[in-house]
Structures are given as structure tokens and as C-alpha cells.
């Protein structure tokens, strides 16, 4: 099902969607940030939230029901954590879809839409959760409320994976470049804000401490200067 029809589906099933919630944890957690921030920032009257996983399991909304959707995200859909989540959404009532790499996994279970994205072909098929996701909020959206630059956005997702394989092209060499002259850094600091702010959680949290046990943290390029710097040597490292 396309993701224009599973919205279309569930406005059919519920005029009235009041609420929208993005629930993952980890690297897919960050992978639904950008969805969450374009309606955070555009949507005005639907409810909007971003959870880690358990904090909805133990903290959920009280606004999660049958006005509710429920975008719950897991790259293997074995997330145990993710997998309670979309179980717990819908026996609330919620309309939950599950963005996943793995179709038949425990995650879709519960779900009453599975989105299936890409990974390991290629380094856009790697942002192709991201993208889909972000096309699900602008779906809503303009679903729900109206979004005057819908064609815009759709215009501009097809062109998407194109300039991404490009610019890795060009990219590539530069992040060797990088990788090589900081290789041996103690610390790395990532950067970033805005749609992008949970991109630099992932790579501190994914790339770095996770896979290459490399000491790192991550923060807003505005709150830099109010807390952080403050520890700043002139031996630290940082990417944004």
C-alpha cells in the first residue's frame, strides 16, 4: 500500500485525527525526527510527540486512542521495546503503522499498516526510512489540515535519492579525510539542530559510541554557547 492510501485509509476509518505520535529508539528513534519536527512546526491543531520507546510503554499520552496515529519504527522490527509499543497503541485504539526493513518481523504484528523501506543497497537507500517517514507527516498533514507546498514536497522526493547517490560521490572522499585525521580523537562532539538535531544523536550515539567505542556526545548548535563551551579545549574535536 502506498503511503498516500494507508492515509487515506485511516481518514476513511477517522475523520477526526487529533494526535500523532513517533515512537523508536536508538538510530530509528532519530530516523523519525524529521517527520515529527515538519509537523510540530506546520500541523495547527493536530498533537504531536516523539518517544523513545519505553517512555511511551510506561509514560504513554493520555491523548493516544482512536484519534490517534502511531508511527512505531525498529530496521529489524525486533526491537523488544518497539514491538511492546505498537502491541500497546493498538490496543488503545490508535491507527499504528510500523516502518520497517523486515516485513514479517514481530514489530509488524500489531500493526494495522507496515511500511517497508530500504538499507543496504546503496547510501540513499540507507535515508530511504527517513524519507518515508517525512513523507507519512507531509501525508497527514495534507490530509488532515491541508499543506499548500504538498506538490512541492512530492516533486522534490522523487528527486531525492538521485542527489543523495551524488553526493555521496563527492562526500565520500572527505569523510575517509575526516575519518583518518580523527581516527585516534578522545572525544568527538556532533552538532546540529532544527529537522537535523536527532541526525547528530545518531551518529554520536550509532557511529561513534556504539560501533566504534568512541567517546562522543551530541547538542544544539544553539545551546553551544550556553553550557558546553565552557569545557571546550582547543584538543577537542566536533563535526556538524
Not at 519504527?73 to 503503522?97: D, F, M
Not at 536527532?198 to 554520536?204: G, M, N
Amino acid at each position: 500500500m502506498e503511503l498516500n492510501q494507508i492515509v487515506t485509509s485511516i481518514q476513511s476509518k477517522q475523520e477526526a485525527i487529533q494526535s500523532v505520535y513517533f515512537v523508536g529508539c536508538g538510530g530509528s528513534k532519530a530516523d523519525l525526527y524529521p517527520g515529527f519536527y515538519f509537523l510540530r512546526s506546520n500541523a495547527k491543531k493536530l498533537i504531536v510527540g516523539h518517544y523513545t520507546a519505553n517512555e511511551f510503554n510506561y509514560d504513554t499520552p493520555a491523548a493516544v486512542g482512536e484519534n490517534s496515529i502511531v508511527i512505531t519504527c525498529s530496521l529489524g522490527g525486533n526491537t523488544p521495546e518497539t514491538v511492546k509499543a505498537t502491541s500497546l497503541a493498538k490496543s488503545l485504539g490508535a491507527h499504528v503503522i510500523a516502518v520497517t526493513h523486515e516485513p514479517e518481523s514481530p514489530l509488524t504484528k500489531d500493526a494495522d499498516y507496515v511500511v517497508t523501506h530500504g538499507f543496504f543497497e546503496s547510501y540513499s537507500a540507507k535515508m530511504d526510512k527517513m524519507t518515508k517517514i517525512l513523507t507519512l507527516a507531509v501525508e497527514i498533514l495534507n490530509a488532515f489540515e491541508g499543506y499548500d507546498y504538498y506538490e512541492q514536497f512530492m516533486d522534490g522526493v522523487e528527486k531525492i535519492y538521485g542527489a543523495i547517490d551524488e553526493a555521496t560521490k563527492l562526500l565520500v572522499p572527505q569523510a575517509k579525510a575526516f575519518g583518518e585525521a580523527y581516527k585516534d580523537a578522545p572525544v568527538i562532539y556532533v552538532m546540529s539542530s532544527g529537522a537535523t538535531t536527532e541526525v547528530a544523536y545518531s551518529f554520536s550515539i550509532c557511529l561513534l559510541l556504539e560501533m566504534q567505542w568512541v567517546n562522543s556526545g551530541s547538542f544544539s548548535d544553539g545551546e553551544f554557547f550556553h553550557g558546553h563551551s565552557k569545557s571546550w579545549k582547543k584538543t577537542s574535536h566536533s563535526c556538524s
